[in-house]
C-alpha cells in the first residue's frame, strides 16, 4: 500500500490560484487573496512573539489562502454591542466560513496537495500562563496575513479594512504548498485616520489607541463570556459563603450566558464589534450607513483625543505603533471627508 507522501508525489493535478479562487468564491467565501508564507515568515508581526506558517508547519506552508466571508448586514445594523442575537448570527456565519474552508482544504488534497486550516478560533494552549488578562491571539494574525493575501490594509485601531466590506468580515486562512501565484499587498492605506476616528468614538471600552489598541481592554468585550468570564464567575461561586445565594449563582443570567456560549461559542469567538461596524470605508457602508451614522458612545474627551492625534500628524508626529505596523497600515492615510 502506498504511503501519504507516494500519493502526493504521484497525484498532483497542475492547479494555479484563478482555479483556488473560483473554488473558493463556489463555496460561498466573499473575499479570497493568497499570501506568500516565505514573506510572512520573514515580517512577522510582534517578531517578540513570532507567530509564522514555517512555525505550523515544515511542508505545507508555502501559501497562504486567506478566506474573509462578510458579516450579514442584518446583524451589523443591530447597534448595542453586547447583543446576544448579534453574537449568534456572527457564529453561524463563522460556521459557514470554517466549512468552506475545510471544503477547500479537501478540494486541493484532493489535487495532491495537502492543506491545513487556519480558523481565528484556535490558540495554543501552551501559551496559556494562569492567567486571564489579556486575549492569546490564534497561530497567525489573521487580519495581517490578510494584507499580506492583498485583500486590505490596518486601521487606526490595527483592524483589517477592505474595501469591499471594510472590517465587516471574518477571516480563516488555508496553508499549503501547491504551486499559486501570490498576490501583491495594497501599498495605499485605506483607512481615514484619525480624522475619521470613528472607531476610536464608538468603542465602549475605549480601548483605540493612535495606531493601536490596548487589546487586554478590548478582550473582555470582543469575548465578553470566554475565558476570563467564566473563571470569574467559578471564583464568585466558590468565594460566596452563603448555600442559598451560591445555589441562585447556578441559575443566573451571568451562568445562563456563559452555558450558552459555551454552548454554540457565541459570546467567546463573537462578541463586540462596534468599531467594525461604524467603520465607513467599504462599499457596503452606504447600505449600513442610516442605523450607525450616529454614534451614542462618543464623548468630548475622545473627540479630543483624536483632535490631538490629528495636530500630531499634521506636525509629522506619528507614533511608535504606525512605524512598527507600518507595513500593514500602508503609506499615510488618504485625507478624511473635511481635509
Ligand atoms: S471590538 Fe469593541 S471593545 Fe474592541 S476595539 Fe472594537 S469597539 Fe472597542
Ligand atoms: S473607523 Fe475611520 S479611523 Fe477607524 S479604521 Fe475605519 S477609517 Fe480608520
Same mark, same amino acid.
Given at each position: 500500500m502506498e504511503s501519504g507522501t507516494d500519493m502526493v508525489a504521484i497525484y498532483q493535478e497542475p492547479i494555479d490560484a484563478e482555479a483556488v479562487k473560483a473554488r473558493a468564491r463556489e463555496l460561498g467565501i466573499d473575499l479570497v487573496g493568497i499570501a506568500d508564507g516565505q514573506a510572512m515568515d520573514a515580517h512577522p508581526p510582534d517578531p517578540d512573539d513570532p507567530r509564522r506558517p514555517m512555525d505550523i508547519s515544515d511542508y505545507d506552508a508555502d501559501r497562504v489562502v486567506v478566506l474573509g466571508k462578510r458579516y450579514t448586514a442584518g446583524t451589523t445594523r443591530l447597534? %448595542?454591542?453586547? &447583543?446576544r442575537h448579534k453574537y449568534y448570527n456572527d457564529e453561524l456565519t463563522l460556521t459557514a466560513l470554517e466549512e468552506a474552508s475545510l471544503e477547500l482544504v479537501l478540494w486541493l488534497e484532493d489535487r495532491g496537495y495537502p492543506a491545513l486550516i487556519v480558523p481565528p478560533t484556535h490558540v495554543d494552549?501552551? %501559551? @496559556? =500562563?494562569?492567567?486571564? /488578562?489579556g486575549p492569546i491571539g490564534p497561530l497567525l494574525s489573521l487580519d495581517h496575513a490578510a494584507v499580506e493575501a492583498g485583500l486590505g490594509t490596518l486601521g487606526l485601531n490595527g483592524q483589517l479594512i477592505t474595501p469591499e466590506f471594510g472590517p465587516r468580515v471574518l477571516l480563516t486562512a488555508v496553508l499549503t504548498s501547491a504551486p499559486l501565484a501570490a498576490d501583491a499587498p495594497m501599498t495605499q492605506s485605506l483607512c481615514l485616520g484619525p480624522a475619521c476616528g470613528r472607531c476610536l468614538l464608538t468603542c465602549p471600552a475605549d480601548?483605540? %489607541? @493612535?495606531? =493601536? %489598541?490596548d487589546w487586554a481592554a478590548c478582550e473582555r468585550l470582543r469575548s465578553p463570556h470566554g475565558f476570563a468570564d467564566l473563571a470569574e464567575h467559578i471564583g464568585r461561586i466558590i468565594d460566596e459563603p452563603d448555600p442559598l445565594r451560591k445555589k441562585a449563582m447556578l441559575r443566573s443570567k451571568a451562568q445562563f450566558d456563559l452555558w450558552q456560549s459555551i454552548l454554540r461559542g457565541s459570546g467567546v469567538v463573537t462578541g463586540c464589534r462596534r468599531c467594525q461596524d461604524v467603520c465607513p470605508v467599504g462599499a457596503d457602508y452606504p447600505a449600513l450607513q =442610516? /442605523?450607525?451614522? &450616529?454614534?451614542? &458612545? /462618543?464623548t468630548a474627551d475622545k473627540v479630543q483625543r483624536l483632535a490631538e492625534m490629528v495636530r500630531a500628524e499634521a506636525d509629522g508626529a506619528r507614533p511608535e505603533a504606525h512605524a512598527r505596523q507600518q507595513r500593514w497600515i500602508g503609506s499615510p492615510p488618504a485625507a478624511g471627508p473635511e481635509d
Open positions: 447597534t %448595542r454591542w453586547d &447583543e494552549p501552551m %501559551r @496559556h =500562563d494562569g492567567g486571564t /488578562a480601548a483605540v %489607541r @493612535h495606531w =493601536d %489598541r =442610516d /442605523a450607525l451614522e &450616529e454614534i451614542p &458612545e /462618543a
